[in-house]
Structures are given as C-alpha cells and as structure tokens.
C-alpha cells in the first residue's frame, strides 16, 4: 500500500525554522521525482519546491528560495523540507508528493500525495 506521511508542521514564529518530513512506504522512491507543495487559506496549491531523485537536482519558486531546502536521505524512504527564516505568506498546509518529473517548483505526472500538515506562522 503507497503511502506518504507528513509531519513537523506546527505553530512557528515569523523569522523561526521547521523541518517538514514525508516518510513514504510502498513504492521506490528512486523511480519519482519528489516535491513540496503548500495551500493558504483561499488560495491555490502551489509548488514549493521538487528534486530530480535520479540527478539530484532541485527547484524551487522563487518566493522560498535561499530559505528552503529540500532534501531526502540517502536510498532511504523519507524526504525534508527546511524552512528557514519563515514569513507570514508561508503559512498553510503542505503537501508532499512523488511523481513523475518535475516542471520547475511542481512535481507533475502521475503519483502519490501526502495528506498534508499544517504550518501556522505568528507575527
């Protein structure tokens, strides 16, 4: 059975850090590319971020970058988000998800969702 399993959202404060993780079960995380997306409170979902799992490399919108980091353990089956220097705007649940390429920031294709974990920011 495919799953992906969000945790470490939370209450943060403006300018702190989190580390989201996804573990995953039941696929090869070698085969997808894997990302980070997020959705505010009446708006879109959007791509935060995605990596390449075959070259490692990575993307990210360009309101988080130098902020977040995404990364995956080594041949393991989990994959972070780093989130430094936090900001209002990056409040929401985020979703992450394996698929079959990435598109810049988005993960597209076919694939796998997480069920999302909340991230609250304070001022």
């Known amino acids: 059975q495919v799953q992906l399993v969000e945790s470490g959202g939370g209450l943060v404060q403006s300018g702190g850090s989190l580390r989201l993780s996804c573990t995953t079960s039941?696929?090869?995380?070698?085969?997808?590319?894997i990302g980070w997306f997020r959705q505010a409170p009446g708006k879109e979902r959007e791509g935060v971020s995605c990596m390449n799992t075959r070259d490692g490399t990575t993307h990210y919108e360009d309101s988080v970058k130098g902020r977040f980091t995404i990364f995956r353990d080594n041949a393991g089956n989990a994959f972070y988000l780093e989130m430094n220097s936090i900001e209002l705007e990056d409040a929401g649940v985020y979703y992450c998800?394996?698929?079959?390429?990435?598109?810049?920031?988005?993960?597209?294709?076919?694939?796998?969702w997480g069920q999302g974990t909340q991230v609250t920011v304070s001022s």
């Open positions: 998800a394996a698929a079959d390429y990435c598109s810049r920031s988005v993960v597209k294709g076919h694939g796998y």
């Open positions: 039941g696929f090869t995380l070698d085969m997808y590319a």
